[in-house]
């Protein structure tokens, strides 16, 4: 499997599907959520959640993916989303995006389920290579790739138009030999 279901201390990761439907209505239109995601109007009702779902079923078969971030603590509680899209299987370079509620930001949380997910990615994809693009406002973002390991490259410059304004991002990698 690519895209198992996983377990850290204080989480579970699971493949999004339909009972997620309300959480990612719910999520993907707030607007703390959703304020350095340019690349994506905010959900503003629940058949674009239902489509979204929809989008990341069958990831074995598609080759991306979305989990759920769910807290043990809370029985099973979504909290956010994490998962690798843009997968080169040739080159053996995917890109992993994520998202947390803002209840939990600042916990630790998004960390514990990227290094599962980093790790998961080189074993599981057999990835080289890792990357993320982080709007370079969003400096909680950057800080948490960094605390992983990421390096910054650069800054691709204009990389999304999102309501009649550029938005500027930084990549970041991390290669297998780094983790």
């Not at 850290?8 to 350095?36: A, C, G, M, P």
């Not at 994809?125 to 910054?152: D, P, W």
């Amino acid at each position: 499997m690519y895209f198992p279901q996983m377990e850290t201390q204080r989480l579970w990761l699971v493949n999004i599907n339909h009972n997620h439907t309300n959480f990612i209505l719910k999520h993907f239109s707030d607007e703390k959520v959703t304020q350095y995601l340019y690349d994506e109007e905010d959900l503003t009702n629940y058949s674009q959640a239902v489509a979204l779902v929809d989008w990341f079923s069958q990831p074995e078969q598609k080759r991306y993916n979305r989990w759920v971030i769910e807290s043990k603590e809370s029985g099973r509680f979504p909290m956010g989303t994490c998962g690798f899209h843009q997968w080169d299987q040739h080159n053996h370079i995917a890109e992993v995006g994520y998202d947390l509620y803002p209840d939990y930001w600042g916990k630790g949380y998004m960390k514990e389920a990227l290094t599962a997910v980093i790790h998961s990615g080189f074993e599981n994809m057999h990835l080289n290579r890792i990357h993320a693009y982080v709007a370079v406002k969003n400096t909680r973002s950057a800080g948490l790739l960094e605390r992983l390991g990421f390096q910054c490259e650069g800054v691709y410059r204009d990389k999304h138009h999102y309501r009649g304004e550029f938005y500027d991002h930084y990549i970041y990698s991390l290669l297998r030999r780094e983790w």
